[in-house]
């Protein structure tokens, strides 16, 4: 005698139809489309928090090494010692690009800071074809306002003659593109750290939503925009230029 019992089929064995599985795949594609801007903003958000706080930290590192000198600023660079060169930043060993050894207990400010993490900005991408490294074991990425070290030979600069202290630069985002160190060339230029910011070269990096972080005499921490054309035409997308004069030039 035939059975009378229904047939079964492939939809009633409990699996996904074509159709269905083609609504579920366009349904999470226009999830991942609102998530990922979110995801990618908070992202920004939680490397800017960190830029920023790193930033006061080394404001006030040298608010704490000023008062312990007299008022005077430190400066850029200072003696040459066992094959290496002594920074604000710490000791720099002279040799391959990427390969030297960096010892940053012997900057300036390493009394007040005591980690090397809090010089290091997460922002800066150092990771990727494009980035060369200028030492093993850090990144770095921040940037000394060079008008505030006095050159060698001459007298440091004082503190207490900077007149607005809440409108000059102590340190800010920097970078610099290289195109003269090898594996750099001039057909392939690559983004590296760099140490210093001043109003005649491009080594502010704006790289927090175009803008560079700077941490003022007051400790303060603001975002500055680029000096309109100064953006280094060899990686236009690097963001990497200069800022204005006016937050550099203390006299």
């Known amino acids: 005698m035939r059975s009378t019992r229904p047939r079964r089929t492939a939809t009633d064995?409990?699996?996904?139809?074509?159709?269905?599985?083609?609504?579920?795949?366009?349904?999470?594609?226009?999830?991942?489309?609102?998530?990922?801007?979110?995801?990618?903003?908070?992202?920004?958000?939680?490397?800017?928090?960190?830029?920023?706080s790193n930033l006061r930290q080394v404001g006030v590192a040298a608010q704490l090494y000023w008062d312990d000198n007299d008022g005077a600023a430190f400066r850029f660079r200072g003696a040459a010692t066992n094959g290496g060169d002594i920074f604000w930043f710490g000791w720099l060993e002279r040799g391959e690009e990427g390969q030297r050894r960096l010892d940053p207990t012997l900057g300036a400010l390493w009394p007040y800071l005591g980690?090397?993490?809090?010089?290091?900005?997460?922002?800066?991408?150092?990771?990727?074809?494009?980035?060369?490294?200028?030492?093993?074991?850090?990144?770095?990425?921040?940037?000394?306002?060079?008008?505030?070290?006095?050159?060698?030979?001459?007298?440091?600069?004082?503190?207490?003659?900077?007149?607005?202290?809440?409108?000059?630069a102590v340190f800010a985002d920097s970078a610099q593109v290289n195109d003269f160190q090898p594996p750099a060339t001039p057909e392939r230029p690559l983004l590296e750290p760099f140490f210093y910011v001043n109003t005649t070269e491009t080594t502010a990096h704006f790289r927090h939503q175009q803008r560079s972080l700077v941490v003022f005499a007051d400790?303060?921490?603001?975002?500055?925009?680029?000096?309109?054309?100064?953006?280094?035409?060899?990686?236009?997308?690097?963001l990497v230029g200069r800022l204005r004069p006016a937050v550099l030039e203390w006299r």
Request: hydrophobic share 40%; aromatic share 4%.
């Open 13 to 52: 064995s409990g699996g996904f139809s074509l159709v269905e599985v083609l609504v579920v795949i366009a349904i999470l594609g226009v999830l991942s489309s609102l998530l990922l801007p979110a995801l990618a903003r908070a992202r920004h958000c939680a490397r800017s928090a960190t830029c920023t």
């Open 115 to 168: 980690s090397r993490e809090i010089q290091d900005c997460p922002a800066l991408p150092t990771r990727g074809p494009a980035f060369k490294p200028k030492a093993l074991g850090g990144s770095g990425g921040y940037g000394y306002n060079l008008h505030l070290a006095a050159p060698p030979g001459q007298p440091p600069v004082r503190a207490s003659s900077i007149p607005h202290p809440t409108l000059t």
């Open 219 to 238: 400790t303060h921490v603001a975002r500055e925009t680029a000096l309109p054309g100064s953006l280094d035409p060899r990686m236009p997308d690097a």
